[in-house]
């Protein structure tokens, strides 16, 4: 049982290009989530899903899509990078007992 | 809106001492469910302890324990014979979407525990 796991683990973008963060839990959990973390401060969310084909939009969505064609993936897109987009980015899915989460993509743009 | 607010940037304890690290909230919601995950220096966050707020009783994990206090909107978080191993970043979260609800995380205590 795997948990949580995301790929990569690092990656440098240039301004301007796209990526994919993907991210996958073997829990059979319905609900999945998309946090980023920026220095010095808590998580904040991105995008979540209550299940597969079902997404909606965190506290802070722009210059980023999701989808869910299925329950064990949730990958994030980022389209057209920008310095501002610099974080460390999150994938967590919950059970009833709470939030379990990825080990996280450290992301820079340049 | 709900916010989360850890008044403490740091902290330091002795090993083997016990400390306490604090967590406000704001909400108008009468039902939700706090949190207190661990984030080391290995960046995986992980779950050390959860209240839901209709239980009057203390929720309690080994050696970590909760103060909650629903009317004070306080929930601290509190170490018993801290280990070296408890160096982590602390952080609270607040989730009114029940167990499974959105988190909406403080800025976290940074704690450091010393031989």
């Known amino acids: 049982n795997a948990g949580v796991t995301q790929t990569p683990k690092f990656r440098i973008l240039k301004i301007g290009q796209s990526m994919t963060l993907q991210c996958t839990q073997d829990?059979?959990?319905?609900?999945m989530y998309w946090y980023r973390q920026d220095p010095g401060m808590g998580l904040k969310l991105i995008y979540y899903?209550?299940?597969?084909?079902?997404?909606d939009k965190g506290e802070v969505p722009n210059g980023y899509n999701v989808s869910r064609s299925t329950t064990e993936d949730f990958p994030l897109r980022l389209e057209l990078a920008a310095p501002s987009q610099t974080s460390v980015y999150f994938c967590?899915?919950?059970?009833?007992?709470?939030?379990?989460f990825g080990p996280g993509t450290r992301l820079t743009v340049l | 809106a709900q916010t989360v607010t850890q008044s403490q940037p740091e902290m330091s304890v002795q090993e083997a001492e016990t400390v306490t690290l604090s967590c406000t909230y704001d909400?108008?919601?009468?039902?939700?469910?706090l949190f207190w995950y661990k984030q080391p220096p290995s960046r995986q966050m992980i779950l050390v302890i959860r209240q839901e707020a209709y239980k009057q009783q203390n929720a309690t994990e080994n050696r970590f324990s909760v103060n909650f206090q629903k009317a004070a909107k306080s929930f601290s978080l509190k170490i018993s014979d801290s280990q070296l191993g408890d160096t982590a970043m602390y952080f609270c979260?607040?989730?009114?979407?029940?167990?499974?609800?959105?988190?909406?995380f403080g800025k976290g205590t940074k704690l450091s525990v010393k031989p």
């Open positions: 909400t108008s919601e009468s039902n939700y469910y």
């Open positions: 899903s209550v299940g597969a084909g079902i997404t």
């Open positions: 829990m059979n959990h319905n609900y």
């Open positions: 979260a607040f989730s009114s979407g029940g167990s499974q609800g959105n988190l909406i």
């Open positions: 967590a899915s919950s059970s009833r007992t709470g939030q379990f």
